[in-house]
């Protein structure tokens, strides 16, 4: 079993933990989770690590939801910060998944947002902890996660397979697909 | 006995660490308070790094009141970015009670404001301390210290308990409702 | 003799060093000062250091005068930054005394003001050295550097005794006045 | 053989690794790449870790396409201070390639610049690794990666050979062009 | 021989190098400098590490020209958070000497610039290494390198000997200045 971090917030509005663990159980039976919560954006940074250097984790997910004030954008700049450093005194990837309270209009568009988010960088730590080579398929691809991609640049928008909409075939189909998109992006 | 280390500032204009120590004294008995005063937010840092490595503390509450200038904006940017490398070189919680002048209009609204966040995260404290599953339970519900919980995306807000206002009915009957409260998040 | 570390800089338009150790003088007979001088503020961190590790000082004063452009809050910022990672490197406090060229108006008030939180700066590190107990004291009391106190919110100013007044009576009556402060706030 | 790192990204719209490659294989044949892809240029600091500290890399190249928005701008800010933690962790040069999406008028001109400065800084990284003297030949001299150089002050623009211009000449060709650069450098 | 390590850039459009080591071979003829050159300000912090750790500098010159836009700014910014962490991880004095495209109005007067504050930081660099108490003799008197003195407040400017004028006199006759120099600040 593959241990994975995933560190959420209960400043956040939306459970991005569930929906993180929702989707790496989609793509893989050999991972095992380990979560934990922390009050806010500033505290991910030294739980990731206590993940990593006390629960064996190889790879984190660290999930917030940062306010839409200039002090709630200081907070995930400084938590952003803490969390490079903790990757670079470990030598292991945290994805960090933020989603900004001002990026979408309505609470259902942030809720739909924060999910499709969490879902597709779920997704990224799946390929980095088992399938790094199909990363380097998709290098310069333009990938967006919560957006639509935007594709590389002057050719037609290349939508992105994996993350929330894989999941909608359940956990066997969805690995179908993502064989077929690495054999797609080699081709 | 387990040691919690409270460091507040002779700049603020509340007592920060005497409305912690009373919050934390109020869920637990089995808790030493190492208490120490500096001079501004910038000094935090180390001295909740001694209270981690000479005191051994195994959480620590870092207390401040920011001014209302860019220069104190950024002041509290530099002491947040120096407390999240405590936690890291420690593998210790701090949890950061930062108010700033400029959140409440009046100087009694910014003293209410300045209780009622320290013994909200006071209380985090407390949780993270003995009942870090408590924490997961409220992930993703919009918790806010010292305002109104904003509650989770799309459904109404969900005021939350504990903090200032469970300490009205004193540490017994607090821990109690504490329990209800894990009952209802579990629920 | 306890060794405390100030170090000053070159483009500072006031003697910061000379007002730090007279004031120092003047309330312990015990301290020896080692004092070093650098080009500008982005120096002070690794001269900082070198006071610590190489000289001994358990404590240090660095003092700066930032200039009033953009550019030069810029380089106060990556100095405060620079301090703290010194203080964290070392368990050692480090009190940072800035005074910017923009905060008065005229060259004598700013000479005032840089003389004035220099010696009130270098009380703090008198008192954390070896009273560390009356900082507690003075926890949430709004004390402000160089100009009036604040006090606590909601009640009236409290002007802070010590610092540049207090030499003013010379070494033994300020202590004198200190103890009796202590008392006050105790009170 | 001498090992060089190379990381991009997913979010970048042009494969940039790909230019990299290409123009390191132009100049040296004594050169083993190892490539990584990440999601996005937060994740480029530790990945360049890995690559310095467990595949032998002696340099690194971070390639990246920054977004427009102000958060975009904030993210590239957070990678690049740990592209530099990551050198001073490991006494590796890490050169950062970043191209900015707003650098641009059309997708078209971006991609151009992309390569560009891909290419010559990719010159760059083999001259650091090869021939460190002649970048010192080329110290002040005004130098610009993707755009036009700028030349030393008060003299005519110096167009700098090497990069993108050399590799239409095929490698041998344009090694022997870099000799001869080298030589009106010394001149 | 005394090692002193001096990195710049192709970057610039000034050769900065040159100027500092003219400078500091003219007030010492016991100093070997060490010199490296890399494509911009954010490969200076490594550089300046490697030279102190592996070519034994006992301080070191960093000198950059950023440009005129924000961009540029920030990644001045960075570079000179990297070399304040690079002075702490060597205990090592960096003196960085930044010449910033908007500070003059022409490209002559920007060379003068250039010229006249590598200088005087590099006679600041001979100050440190081997007469560390002038610079002490000169706290607090406003020391400005590349524009006019201020002078301490209150006062009229003093102008500052040494640096680009002293040159002008040759070695011999620079070194007597400078001892006259430390007469006068020390009466």
């Known amino acids: ?92 990837h945290i994805i960090e998944v933020f989603v900004h309270a001002d990026e979408a209009e309505s609470q259902e568009e942030l809720a739909k947002l924060a999910e499709k988010r969490t879902r597709e960088h779920a997704y990224n730590v799946y390929l980095l902890l088992k399938h790094p080579e199909r990363l380097t398929e998709m290098a310069g691809t333009g990938q967006r996660q919560g957006w639509k991609d935007e594709g590389p640049l002057g050719k037609r928008d290349v939508k992105r397979k994996g993350g929330q909409d894989a999941t909608k075939h359940g956990g066997a189909e969805a690995k179908a697909v993502t064989a077929v998109e690495g054999a797609v992006h080699r081709g």
């Open 1 to 92: 079993m593959r241990r994975v971090g995933i560190v959420d917030t209960t400043f956040a509005r939306f459970d991005m933990g569930k929906a993180a663990i929702d989707e790496l159980m989609t793509h893989a039976t050999d991972i095992k989770v380990v979560r934990r919560t922390v009050p806010g954006v500033k505290d991910l940074p030294v739980a990731c690590k206590l993940l990593i250097e006390r629960e064996g984790c190889e790879i984190v997910v660290a999930l917030g939801m940062p306010g839409p004030e200039p002090i709630d954008k200081m907070c995930a700049h400084e938590a952003s910060t803490g969390l490079i450093q903790v990757q670079l005194m470990t030598n292991t």
